[in-house]
T-cell receptor
Framework: TQLLEQSPQFLSIQEGENLTVYCNSS?????LQWYRQEPGEGPVLLVT?????EVKKLKRLTFQFGDARKDSSLHITAAQPGDTGLYLC??????????FGQGTRLTINP | ETGVTQTPRHLVMGMTNKKSLKCEQH?????MYWYKQSAKKPLELMFV???????ENNSVPSRFSPECPNSSHLFLHLHTLQPEDSALYLC????????????????FGPGTRLLVL
């Protein structure tokens, strides 16, 4: 059974600080996706990383896929209150099969 | 607005009731999914439909019965549910790339918040 461990589960920081969220597994994934979910909404895809060691940037967000394609990280620089939300990582391990981490609930305080 | 709509957005039902959740996608996709999101568990895949055919049933209890009349609509029929079935039920859709392979992006609806009393 594929499992994804996300850490931390909760994070509350001040505006302007930097943070990193981790997603780890003992399984290899063909790709890894990061989603953001706001209250009352479904998850919205932020990025997909496919190649081991790949780094993708989305404004102040930097996503990295581990060399062995078992882990990933999301780094946010100079966090803003608008970054508040639930961040989910999901590993793809077969056709149309995603396994999700339990999520990181991020709160950015003004 | 992701192009996937779900109704109702909120539902309260007793354990003896029968209700249905509806999902509609306006993206021209050919694959649709039901997920369950509980407070204390990761998002769990329940069912997958490709071209209206069920291709995945992730050991879901029979009190949940999916129906996919066409590629744009997906239902989840509920009967004799238990309080532990209370959760956010999310529908998603994607474009199955078949033999061409490649990564598929799943687009999620806003979910139905279900409370079973």
């Amino acid at each position: 059974t594929q499992l994804l461990e996300q850490s931390p589960q909760f994070l509350s920081i001040q505006e302007g600080e930097n943070l990193t969220v981790y997603c780890n597994s003992s399984s290899v994934f063909s790709s890894l996706q990061w989603y953001r979910q706001e209250p009352g909404e479904g998850p919205v895809l932020l990025v997909t990383v496919v190649t081991g060691g790949e780094v993708k940037k989305l404004k102040r967000l930097t996503f990295q896929f581990g060399d062995a394609r078992k882990d990933s990280s999301l780094h946010i620089t100079a966090a803003q209150p608008g970054d508040t939300g639930l961040y989910l990582c999901a590993g793809a391990w077969g056709a149309q099969k995603l396994v999700f981490g339990q999520g990181t609930r991020l709160t950015i305080n003004p | 607005e992701t192009g996937v709509t779900q109704t109702p957005r909120h539902l309260v039902m007793g354990m003896t009731n029968k209700k249905s959740l509806k999902c509609e996608q306006h993206l021209g996709h050919n694959a649709m999914y039901w997920y369950k999101q509980s407070a204390k568990k990761p998002l769990e895949l329940m069912f997958v439909y490709n071209f209206k055919e069920q291709t995945e049933n992730n050991s879901v209890p029979s009190r949940f019965s999916p129906e996919c009349p066409n590629s744009s609509h997906l239902f989840l029929h509920l009967h004799t549910l238990q309080p532990e079935d209370s959760a956010l039920y999310l529908c998603a859709s994607s474009q199955d790339k078949g033999s061409a392979g490649g990564e598929e992006t799943q687009y999620f609806g806003p979910g139905t918040r279900l409370l079973v009393l």
